[in-house]
């Protein structure tokens, strides 16, 4: 039985959550194994939008949704985001949704440190969520964090509280910021016990029993490779691992626990927040992809930058993640652009490059190097099988297929899970 990954393989937002729920409807289980609720995945499902952050894409479904180890969890924004999906009439149950037990917390004042290193970082500010992501992965690997686990047991609590609160505290001093009374602290969290009980388990443990019994698990990524903190655009990244091995720590399974890795690229290149981005486009093709896109941040509302297709970047996810196949999102938002530009390398100086330097200073002076494809006048939008497209369309799809190194296994030529062309379903026995 084959397993899937869906991973993002430009700087997140390339549309998983629609390819997850299409997914989703023939795996067994949908599993979150990184990031938190900087996630924004949008889901359009019979007139219905669903904005998911932190819930994995299956609970629209009603498929079993596991939270797994590698994911941050904010509490309170997982309850709220429960309640909010329940008040479009998702019956979302302890049966269906698991927390695992040793997954690391966002605590109420992470949000308050993120956005405080934010400013102190003046110009080379990341221009994260704000939600505290970073600072719960810093505090995870530092092993002072307060995990789900630790709820449940007063004295260690305590003790874990003490100790955290001696680190930030200090910063906080430092910064001449405000600081955390502990009791206070204490007692939110021993609010919060109570509501989250019956959605923790030990996940690993069911993941283990479900893949033994032959049931699909469909891992579900958020982000995108190059906001990877290893192999992305450092330090312009997330804080957890976003390629397709983070599936098997994040949730507790062996490295064999992946069959087919899917990556999703959009059918050009937008990004949030600072850092490099050599394809950018500051004119008015950049502003048309953006408002025919509609590409605004669904965690944060702000505008994504725009610009053309990246195929040197793919190209190193999709070697960085083993991908077996691509779904390329959003074609029609290319649809009535007479000449479409591919970047296939880039330049520094007299010095060509095929991939993306790791070096801050070469990723800030990439010049992309474009190869020109015709357009189409013609709309994409909906199209449901290969003879609808135009050929130049065609064209295009196979010259990314070519750059990228990796087949095209699903085109998405609108929001609904109808607008799709898939040539390959991954769960296919
Ligand atoms: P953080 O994950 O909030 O720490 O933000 C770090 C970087 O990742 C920033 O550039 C964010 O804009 C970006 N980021 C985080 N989550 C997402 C996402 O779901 N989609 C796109 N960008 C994201």
């Not at 019979?46 to 498929?63: D, F, I, Q």
Request: aromatic share 6%; hydrophobic share 40%.
């Amino acid at each position: 039985m084959t397993n899937v990954a869906v991973i993002g393989a430009q700087w997140g937002d390339e549309g998983k959550g629609k390819v997850v729920d299409w997914l989703a409807e023939r795996a067994d289980v949908v599993v979150r194994f990184q990031g938190g609720h900087n996630a924004g995945h949008t889901l359009q499902v019979a007139n219905e939008t669903y904005k998911l952050s932190l819930l994995p894409s299956g609970v629209v479904r009603g498929t079993l949704s596991i939270i797994g180890n590698g994911v941050v969890v904010d509490p309170w924004a997982l309850l709220e985001e429960i309640e909010r999906v329940r008040g479009q009439g998702i019956p979302v149950s302890p049966d269906m949704l698991r927390l695992a037990e040793n997954a690391t917390l966002i605590l109420p004042f992470y949000g308050r440190v993120d956005r405080l290193r934010e400013q102190r970082r003046g110009k080379g500010a990341i221009g994260t969520t704000g939600r505290g992501i970073g600072v719960a992965y810093e505090d995870k690997a530092g092993r002072r964090a307060i995990r789900v686990a630790d709820l449940y047991d007063d004295a260690t609590l305590r003790d874990k509280v003490g100790h955290l609160l001696e680190h930030h505290n200090a910063l906080l001093r430092g910064w001449g910021a405000e600081e955390i009374a502990p009791e206070e602290l204490i007692a939110k969290l021993k609010e919060i016990r109570g509501p989250l009980t019956p959605y923790v388990d030990c996940v690993w443990e069911r993941l283990d029993g479900l893949r033994r019994s032959g049931r699909r698990i469909l891992f579900e990524g958020a982000q995108g490779i190059l906001l990877d903190v290893d192999h992305g655009t450092y330090p312009f990244v997330t804080s957890s691992n976003t390629v397709a091995a983070a599936a098997a720590v994040g949730s507790g399974m062996g490295p064999g626990a992946v069959g087919y890795v899917l990556g999703i690229a959009k059918a050009y290149t937008t990004r949030v927040g600072g850092g490099p981005f050599p394809t950018e486009l500051q004119d008015e093709v950049g502003a048309r992809l953006a408002e025919r896109g509609r590409e605004f941040g669904t965690v944060t509302g702000r505008p994504r930058r725009c610009g053309w297709f990246d195929a040197a970047a793919v190209r190193q996810a999709v070697q960085l993640s083993g991908m077996d196949g691509i779904a390329l999102t959003k074609l029609d938002v290319l649809d009535g652009i007479e000449t479409l530009e591919v970047c296939t390398g880039y330049r520094i100086g007299d010095r060509m490059l095929t991939r993306l330097p790791a070096s801050q200073a070469d990723q800030a002076a990439l010049e992309p190097v474009y190869e020109r494809l015709e357009g189409w006048s013609e709309s994409t939008a909906g199209a449901t099988g290969w003879a609808q497209l135009p050929a130049t369309a065609v064209k295009y799809v196979r010259r990314v297929e070519e750059l990228i190194g990796c087949p095209v296994a699903m085109l998405s030529t609108g929001p609904d899970r109808e607008d799709t062309i898939a040539m390959y379903d991954p769960f296919a026995d």
